[in-house]
C-alpha cells in the first residue's frame, strides 16, 4: 500500500502547523479515506447515501465536509478494513454487553499509531533517556493487552529507559477476575520513594487520588519524576477536583512538580492522544483534527462554544473510523504557551446513559 503522504506527516513535527504540514495532513487524510473507501462495504455505502466521495477533499477548508460515523456503530458492530489474518492487534473498551468498542490494527497501522504518540510525548518534552520507575494504575498488560488502557500504558513506559514497571490492577488467578493490589500498590510507591530513581505514575486520577486520600501517603517522588493522568473521573464525579487542585494536592503529598504533571484525553476509536502542555491544556496536533458540532443539525459551531467533537485522523488503514462523531461535548480553545494551535476543552457526555468504560470498569476497585 502506498502510504507516502501519512509517511511523510508521521515524520513531520505534531505541533508544526505551517501551510505545508497543514497540506501534508490534507493528503494524509485524503490517502486514508480513499482506502477505507475502497475496502469497507459499510463506509463506502454510507458515504454514498450522503453523496460524498473522497475526492472531495481537495484543501483545508473542505475536511468538515466528511460525514462523521457514529461511534456507538463501533460499539456494536466489527468494522475492519483489512482481511482478519492481517490484524496484529485488536484494542477493547471493556465495558458491558453491548457497548465494547473493538479497535483493529495491522501491522502498520500499529506502527503509525506508535510513531505519532512518541513523537506527541516528544514535543511536550515527556520523552527523554533518563531511566524510571514506573507505577501504573492500570491493568497488567501481560493478561490485560486487548485493553485500550493497559496497551496506552504500556507503550507509555516505552517513552524513557526503565528500572522497574508495576501494575496496580493485577489478574487473580484463582477468582479469575482483575483485583487492585491496594498492599502492594502502596508499598512500591514508598520503595519508589527512597529508590534514589525517579517515578513516572501512570493512570486514572480518581484511584490515585483515592489511594493517597486513604493510605495517608506523605511521600517525596523527587522533581525529576512525572504524574500522567487518563481516563477522568468517571464513577467518581463527587471526588472530582480541578485540574490545578489537583495538581497542588499531588506535589504537596507526592512531591511531583505540577509542571511534571500532565492528563491525556484519548479513545480507543480515535487513537489519538491529545496531552497536557505545562499550563494544563490538551493540545492538538496536526496529525488529527477537531470539529465541534451543533447537536441539532451538525452544523460546525464557533471557535470557542460548546457542541458534539467530531474526530478526524488519518493514521489507521485497518479500522475504517478516520471520521468519528462521537457523544461527548466539547470546545475548541487556545493557549499562550509555545506549542501553538487550538486547544481541546472536554464537557462532559452527552445525554444520560452511562457507558461504562475501561476508566469507569476500573475506578469500581477502590474499596471504600
Known amino acids: 500500500m502506498k502510504t507516502s503522504a501519512t509517511e511523510k506527516l508521521l515524520n513531520s513535527r505534531p505541533f508544526d502547523f505551517s501551510a505545508e504540514n497543514k497540506k501534508l495532513f490534507v493528503q494524509s487524510f485524503k490517502e486514508n479515506i480513499l482506502n477505507h473507501y475502497e475496502k469497507h462495504e459499510f463506509t463506502r455505502k454510507f458515504w454514498n447515501k450522503l453523496k460524498f466521495h473522497p475526492q472531495d477533499i481537495k484543501t483545508e477548508d473542505d475536511l468538515h465536509l466528511i460525514p462523521g460515523t457514529m461511534v456507538h456503530l463501533f460499539k456494536e458492530h466489527e468494522f475492519c478494513s483489512v482481511k482478519k489474518e492481517e490484524l496484529v492487534l485488536v ?24 510513531k505519532l504518540a512518541l513523537n506527541i510525548h516528544m514535543a511536550l518534552g515527556m520523552s527523554n533517556d533518563k531511566q524510571y ?36 490492577i493485577e489478574w487473580n488467578e484463582d477468582k479469575k477476575t482483575f483485583e487492585l493490589n491496594e498492599e502492594k500498590t502502596v508499598e512500591t ?9 525517579p517515578t513516572r505514575i501512570l493512570g486514572f486520577p480518581a484511584l490515585i487520588f483515592e489511594m493517597i486520600e486513604k493510605h495517608h501517603l506523605q511521600l517525596n517522588l523527587g522533581s525529576d519524576s512525572w504524574l500522567q493522568t487518563g481516563g477522568g473521573w468517571k464513577g467518581k464525579s463527587e471526588k472530582e477536583i480541578p485540574k490545578h487542585e489537583f495538581r497542588v494536592y499531588i506535589e504537596k503529598h507526592l512531591g511531583i512538580p505540577q509542571k511534571n504533571q500532565r492528563d491525556l484525553f484519548g479513545m480507543v476509536e480515535h487513537g489519538i492522544p491529545y496531552v497536557d502542555c505545562e499550563k494544563g491544556n490538551l493540545h492538538i496536533p496536526n496529525y488529527a483534527r477537531v470539529f465541534v458540532r451543533s447537536p441539532f443539525d451538525l452544523s460546525l459551531v464557533k471557535k470557542g462554544e460548546k457542541g458534539l467533537l467530531h474526530f478526524l485522523c488519518s493514521y489507521n488503514f485497518s479500522y475504517p473510523a478516520p471520521s468519528l462523531l462521537t457523544t461527548d461535548y466539547g470546545r475548541l480553545g487556545s493557549c499562550d504557551c509555545s ?8 464537557e462532559g457526555r452527552a445525554g444520560v446513559t452511562k457507558h461504562r468504560g475501561c476508566a469507569l470498569k476500573a475506578l469500581e476497585f477502590i474499596k471504600e
Open 133 to 168: 520507575n514506573y507505577l501504573c494504575f492500570t491493568y497488567d498488560p501481560a493478561v490485560a493487552n486487548d485493553l485500550g488502557t493497559a496497551f496506552t500504558d504500556e507503550l507509555l513506559t516505552n517513552f524513557t529507559a526503565k528500572k522497574e514497571v508495576f501494575y496496580a
Open 339 to 346: 506549542i501553538g494551535g487550538d486547544t481541546l476543552i472536554l
Open 91 to 114: 484494542l477493547t473498551s471493556s465495558g458491558t454487553a453491548g457497548q465494547k468498542s473493538q479497535q483493529f490494527l495491522d501491522q502498520l497501522s500499529l506502527d503509525n499509531v506508535k
Open 189 to 197: 510507591l514508598k520503595r519508589f520513594a527512597v529508590s534514589g530513581v
